[in-house]
């Protein structure tokens, strides 16, 4: 795949503001994305974005080296921080375009993935309330990966990713695992994504978060 452009460094995205929510979804505040992420994390509102091809495969990308969470893992095809009041659907189509170079596309929330996970290497850390979003691009599709952004890119079948991840998580993001279940078991069928606070989704500890190995 083709890898044009420099759209912009992921440092610069640190001092950009993102809504603080409880574990049901419901906003509380905001904060920046660079506090948000320092230990022990702020539980703040996020999406992932999973693009599956006609043969049900998904688009996956290998984080940049220069990303400041979990850098160089496989992770799903996009994934960031609507800003307070914004549309997680409306954030995710932004975004793919500044990372992939690719939308605006139709996505549906699947489900809700809350989790918390540490960085080893950066010490950050992840606490998110994560609306998994799915949408359709062709396989011949072109697309523009952002080189600050995406290190590499390629297909691969979902339940097969599962099961290497389960095998081996080191070369995966930890968010993954939980976003793929999503779509492999959709927790809830909303239509077109839209700006709304979905319940917990099923699989969560009492307290409505997965312990997971980050964004």
Do not use: I
């Not at 979804?25 to 974005?49: C, D, E, I, N, Y």
């Not at 997680?88 to 996505?107: H, K």
């Not at 697309?143 to 990713?161: I, S």
């Amino acid at each position: 795949m083709s890898r044009e452009g420099h759209r912009g460094e992921p440092s610069s995205r640190e001092g950009h503001l993102v809504e603080l929510v409880d574990h049901t979804g419901r906003a509380l505040g905001k904060t920046t994305v660079s506090a948000a992420h320092q230990p022990p994390g702020q539980l703040h509102r996020a999406f992932s974005v999973l693009l599956t091809d006609a043969a049900g495969r998904v688009l996956l990308q290998r984080r940049a080296e220069v990303k400041t969470r979990f850098p160089l893992r496989w992770a799903n095809s996009c994934c960031g921080h609507p800003e307070p009041g914004e549309a997680p659907a409306t954030a995710a189509n932004r975004r793919l375009g500044e990372e992939l170079g690719v939308g605006p596309v139709d996505l549906t929330e699947v489900g809700v993935y809350v989790y918390y996970a540490e960085d080893p290497v950066t010490g950050r850390v992840e606490y998110e309330y994560d609306h998994v979003l799915r949408g359709e691009l062709p396989a011949d599709a072109p697309v523009r990966p952002d080189p600050a952004e995406v290190a590499e890119l390629r297909w691969a079948n979902p339940a097969a990713v599962a099961a290497d991840l389960a095998a081996d998580p080191q070369p995966y993001a930890p968010w993954l695992g939980g976003v793929l279940d999503r779509l492999l078991r959709p927790t809830a069928q909303h239509g077109p994504a839209a700006d709304h606070a979905p319940a917990r989704s099923a699989g969560e500890t009492d307290d409505g978060v997965e312990p997971s190995g980050g964004r």
